[in-house]
């Protein structure tokens, strides 16, 4: 049973890797991949890490690459996403920034129902969309940091970049990735009132996009337990940790 946990975290992990790779690319800082970890060594926008485990074993390997990041003198801050929980980074001058939990949705789980709230859903295509999402995306959490979304994300055929609209206004949306056999599900929000629909909408949307696939993502606080509440199984913990300096 721990062993297909594993592999359950490791498939969500290498998709959530192969997002932010794709991330830190259209910001002009792509990463490396090895069977361990993937790292970008360049600047990083907000809530991305520079590096993410893939596998439950190898911490050696993986706090020596952290070191040599280091070493290079990354631009801050700078975080690493531990997939398994299982690597402490305190001695090279870590924080952990939060705990939360990877979550999965079995392939032949049955859709919800749709409810009807007059949420119409639509794929975000042209770049004056994707400001538009971005801009309901970060409500008053990161006003005044630099754009996250770049309109080369939209040219991705692994990404789907969606919105939830009421009349012409973007109130809910969401980030489906495919891969690693697996369709990751990240980026959701949506009116309080409504979350539970918004998220029931995005999980069927996800199933829908990618029949046959588990969806995948992690979540934390009240948006784990939404998660759950909708269907979702949790996997197991992650870390993220933040390094903002020379440790003590």
């Known amino acids: ?5 594993d592999i359950a975290i490791a498939r969500a992990a290498r998709n959530n890797a192969d997002w932010c790779d794709a991330v830190a690319r259209s910001h ?16 990083l926008p907000l809530f991305y890490p520079n590096l993410i485990t893939l596998a439950a074993d190898g911490q050696a390997a993986q706090r020596d690459r952290v070191t040599a990041l280091l070493d290079k003198g990354p631009p801050l801050p700078w ?31 049955v859709s919800p129902p749709a409810e009807d709230l007059s949420i119409r859903w639509r794929r975000v295509e042209d770049p004056e969309d994707l400001v538009a999402w971005e801009t309901a995306w970060r409500r008053d959490l990161s006003a005044g940091s630099a754009a996250i979304f770049q309109p080369t994300l939209l040219q991705d055929p692994a990404i789907v970049i969606l919105a939830g609209r009421l009349d012409d206004e ?33 999980r069927r949307e996800a199933q829908a996009r990618a029949p046959g696939l588990p969806v995948v993502g992690y979540e934390r606080d009240e948006d784990l337990a939404m998660a ?21």
């Open 1 to 5: 049973m721990a062993e297909e946990t």
């Open 28 to 43: 002009g800082a792509g990463g490396q991949f090895t069977d361990k970890l993937w790292f970008s060594d360049g600047k």
């Open 79 to 109: 975080a690493a996403k531990d997939s398994f929980a299982a690597l402490d980074l305190t001695a090279q001058g870590f924080d952990c920034l939060f705990e939360a939990s990877w979550i999965g949705l079995a392939p032949d789980d």
């Open 170 to 202: 973007i109130v809910a949306g969401c980030v489906l990735s495919l891969s690693a056999g697996a369709i990751g599900l990240s980026n959701l929000f949506g009116p309080e009132a409504a979350h539970a629909s918004v998220w029931n909408s995005c």
């Open 228 to 248: 759950l509440e909708v269907g979702f199984r949790a996997l197991g913990p992650l870390r993220v940790w933040l390094w903002t300096g020379s440790p003590d």
